[in-house]
């Protein structure tokens, strides 16, 4: 193979212009040689495809080893480790090479490969996944806008690929489908078909036979104890620690080839939040380096095994360069580890000194030299195998399965993966639920933690639910009942809101509109498809929604049944035409998920049988909200009542109301999660101060105090621009009149242990009051996470028109996050349509400043400028902003300005 040579690069160097620039415009791509270019562009081909061929070999491998007789399954799983180490070194050659600013032709020419090779498959692209994340990140601060748009386009291939993985967590056999269409083209095989493709070009005995020399002896590698005491002929199984000795359902978490610079730390956090120790066993190479002389040269890894330390867990000895121990001279094992071990003396280690042969490949002569180091062996007996598995959920599912299937175990994780940070939380969580405990290792034995669970946090983002399910319902054209004029745009708005803004999968999203939306299809949806086990899960949510007529029926008894009623339903019978709220009852206890919520645009009574409100207070509601039922309703109003259908934007002021609250509004404790208890106490005040209307809320029977919630979205939402579209004046003081009447509503709620919370008087579902109360003690997120909220809330602000409480949340961001680049350009945004240019100014440019590849953020600093009246400086930010968007809907306008400056072609910004 071919390498760029250094002479090449240092000239490459040497080459680049030395004349300075503009300080507001990214330099060019430096000059390159015709033969460097193509020189790079072979050795960038030629890394890839080597890089492909370990993953093809290694998805071969892998395939099925779970069903291979235990010894073959061994031999299987350690080559699959050596082939994924030799990988991480491929794709970390591949990226450190694309990342070399004088290559970037060659790394445009990479991109392009990845994207559209036609004779690789749609999973072959998963193969990049480390090296697309690498250019994104490391391309992103380029000094050129070569170098800046090619970060971009590698973030929109990762955004791809998550699309890819998404659709795989779902079910590894289901069809590709809906994918968003960036630079990859997607031909949508299924992961069996991948496989068997594969299988065409390799087998697993092929891979064995090819890498034959690699294979440890198959008696090296058993991870257990034999059943008479003894292993490959080691005598006294109590030289090396399993997890055999550990009680019943107890734990220890072990994490193997770190320390790695920014994954290890993540699961520090993570491990912190629910108070779980682990042992780190850490390679000495990612530690640091020791000199001939035995003088230690302590690397950047050496600070996060201080951290690990820090954070009260346990560093241990994996050996120094991850090697096949079992196959080294002895001498070599020696130095292996005791380098090894200098390094962690140097990081601070502490405790009992532990050793992990890599693969768990040992034999009598190495367990004997490291013994007399004075260090002692721990093995696993529950492997997660998070080196070959990219689904998250998969890798936890394997670890539970196997926990339940022995009660006990020391777990093996590798703290060098993304897929591990993502899996970890929800192995933790499900200990938490079952009752398992931690252990730790101290003083030559395992410590048992005295709590009977682990401290479970709220579930991590994402992570809420299993699934999520939706009906969604809106009826214009009546036959026998007056026709209205919003519900079906109320019922698309709340569809599109629950596909795009809450993560509900578009082909989980019933919507029945006019027509469609009978007796029977509207029954048959909500038995049907929610009735279905197979299809609505335990941990997945159900949502509701009915925007047309109700109606109440008095029984000769004096009670009241209330309905909602089809599109064909008759005038004169109702028992027979229209859905009664015990058939929707019934649907609600029959449904096998364990949240659902009825949100119901239409006013009626006589709901009857209801149970009070959740208990929304509890410290730990996150967690145990998980395990309890929810069955909720919220109604936009009573009988004898008409739903207010002429609110803002053509919807029902209930319904408008209802996408304001979440939007944000109603996350009154800013934790990012809208209960429905906080969606009630939001709305219900505010629609019924300005309509004619008192909506209704409660729980349904077969309800146990579970809230359903909406998680709020995390992605950043673009910056502002002159695209960005406002509410109109009307609109804009009935955003302002919902906001105070919400307020008004609320009173301060009596709390245990002073926690703050409010209390808000609403209609139940019986037709009686009752107070509510929803927690409003402000939750620390974290200064990044609150910084992207208030970002969020200043949004919606500006869209309100509110600039004055807008400006004041992009500056709150600002002030978590100094170097928040999109609150800059939005607050820039908010002083220019103030009538600020020159203060707008500044702002875009500290955006531009914290990030080049803000394209809007150039384009705003063009329109500022020239409305400042610096024509120079404004068609300099254009030129940019034109080089990083060419097919801007603004482009033509400002091409020709630039091709023919005069006042007829000046641009006309907002």
């Known amino acids: 193979m071919r390498l760029v040579s250094l002479a090449l690069l240092t000239t490459a160097l040497a080459l680049t212009g030395c004349n300075k620039r503009p300080a507001d415009v990214p330099a060019a791509l430096p000059a390159a040689s015709a033969a460097q270019d193509a020189e790079a562009a072979y050795e960038l081909r030629a890394y890839s495809t080597v890089v492909l061929g370990l993953h093809r070999q290694i998805v071969v491998l892998m395939d099925g080893e779970a069903t291979l007789p235990p010894a073959q399954r061994r031999e299987v799983q350690a080559l699959g480790q050596q082939l994924f180490h030799e990988l991480l070194q491929r794709q970390q050659r591949l990226a450190d090479l694309a990342l070399k600013p004088e ?504 709901l009857g049988l209801t149970r009070g409100g959740s208990s929304a207070m509890d410290s730990n509601f996150a967690r145990t909200n998980a395990r309890r039922i929810g069955r909720q309703m919220m109604t936009a109003g009573g009988a004898d009542q008409q739903v207010a259908d002429d609110g803002p934007g053509g919807h029902s002021v209930f319904t408008w109301t209802l996408l304001q609250a979440l939007s944000g509004k109603a996350d009154l404790n800013g934790d990012g999660l809208i209960t429905a208890t906080e969606l009630a106490a939001y709305v219900a005040p505010a629609v019924s101060a300005i309509a004619h209307q008192t909506p209704a809320f409660g729980s349904l029977p077969g309800s146990e105090g579970g809230e359903f919630i909406f998680e709020l979205p995390t992605a950043q939402e673009p910056g502002l621009s002159g695209a960005v579209a406002q509410l109109d004046d009307k609109a804009s003081q009935l955003a302002v009149k919902l906001d105070e009447a919400s307020n008004a509503g609320r009173q301060a709620a009596p709390t245990a242990g002073g926690a703050s919370a409010v209390q808000v008087t609403i209609k139940g579902l019986d037709g009686k009051d009752q107070a509510l109360a929803a927690p409003t003690a402000r939750v620390d997120a974290g200064a990044r996470v609150t910084a992207q909220r208030a970002n969020d809330r200043g949004l919606q602000l500006y869209r309100e028109r509110r600039y004055d409480e807008a400006e004041a949340a992009f500056k709150e961001a600002l002030q978590l996050q100094p170097k928040f680049a999109l609150a800059a350009n939005n607050l820039g945004f908010v002083l220019y349509r103030r009538g600020k240019p020159a203060d707008a100014a500044v702002w875009f440019e500290k955006a531009v400043e914290m990030d080049a590849s803000r394209s809007l953020a150039w384009l705003n600093l063009g329109d500022a400028r020239l409305q400042a009246g610096d024509d120079g400086k404004a068609m300099a930010a254009y030129k940019t902003f034109l080089e990083l968007a060419p097919k801007h809907a603004r482009a033509a306008e400002l091409q020709a300005w630039i091709a023919n400056p005069s006042e007829g072609t000046k641009p006309k910004p907002l």
């Not at 066993?281 to 230690?296: H, Y």
């Open 103 to 606: 290559l970037l032709e060659a790394t445009a020419a990479l991109l392009t490969r990845i994207e559209s090779e036609k004779s690789w498959y749609d999973a072959d692209r998963l193969a990049f996944k480390e090296v697309l994340g690498q250019l994104a990140s490391g391309l992103k601060n380029a000094q050129t806008l070569d170098g800046i748009k090619l970060a971009r386009r590698a973030q929109d291939d990762l955004d791809t690929l998550a699309e890819v993985e998404k659709a795989y967590e779902q079910e590894l056999k289901e069809v590709f489908g809906g994918f968003a269409k960036r630079g990859i083209e997607l031909k949508r095989e299924k992961w069996a078909d991948y496989v068997a493709k594969l299988k065409t070009l390799h087998t697993r005995e092929a891979v064995m036979k090819q890498h034959g020399a690699q294979l440890p002896a198959a008696a090296d590698l058993a991870p257990e104890p034999a059943a008479s005491g003894a292993m490959r002929g080691v005598a006294v199984k109590d030289r090396e620690v399993f997890g055999d000795k550990l009680p019943p359902k107890t734990v220890l978490l072990t994490f193997d080839d770190g320390p790695h610079a920014r994954y290890t730390d993540e699961i520090l956090e993570i491990l912190k939040r629910y108070n779980a120790p682990a042992v780190f066993f850490q390679l000495g190479q990612n530690l640091g380096k020791v000199g001939a002389d035995g003088k230690i040269q302590p690397g950047n890894g050496s600070a996060v095994a201080k951290r690990v330390l820090a954070a009260g867990h346990q560093l241990a000895n994996h050996s120094f360069t991850h090697g096949l121990m079992s196959k080294f001279e002895l001498v070599k094992v020696k130095e292996e580890a005791a380098n090894t071990e200098a390094l962690l003396d140097a990081a601070g280690r502490n405790g009992d000194a532990l050793f992990r042969f890599p693969y768990g490949a040992r034999n009598d002569g190495a367990l004997t030299t490291i013994e007399a180091l004075k260090l002692r062996s721990m093995m696993w007996n529950v492997d997660s195998l998070d080196w070959s598995d990219p689904i998250p959920k998969s890798i936890a599912a394997r670890v539970m399965a196997e926990l339940d299937k022995q009660q006990r175990g020391i777990v093996l994780f590798h703290d060098i993966h993304a897929r591990t940070v993502q899996a970890l939380p929800l192995v933790l969580d499900q200990l938490a639920a079952e009752g398992w405990r931690f252990a730790s290792f101290k003083d030559g034995q395992f410590v048992v933690s005295t709590d009977k669970t682990a401290a479970a946090p709220p579930p991590s983002p994402g992570e809420l639910y299993r699934d999520s399910h939706a009906l969604v319902i809106g009826i214009n054209q009546y036959s026998a009942w007056p026709k209205l004029s919003h519900a079906v745009r109320d019922a698309q708005a709340v569809r599109e809101s629950l596909v795009t803004r809450f993560g509900f999968r578009a082909d989980n999203v019933t919507l029945l509109t006019d027509a469609e939306a009978t007796r029977a299809n509207i029954l048959k949806a909500l038995n049907e498809r929610f009735g279905d086990a197979k299809r609505v899960k335990r941990d997945d949510r159900v949502f509701v929604f009915f925007a047309g007529h109700g109606s109440t029926r008095k029984l000769p008894s004096g009670r009241e049944v209330g309905y909602i009623v089809p599109v064909d339903a008759g005038l004169n019978d109702l028992q027979s035409d229209a859905i009664a709220m015990p058939q929707l009852q019934e649907v609600a206890e029959a449904i096998t998920a364990k949240h659902a919520l009825f949100v119901i645009d239409a006013c009626y009574s006589g």
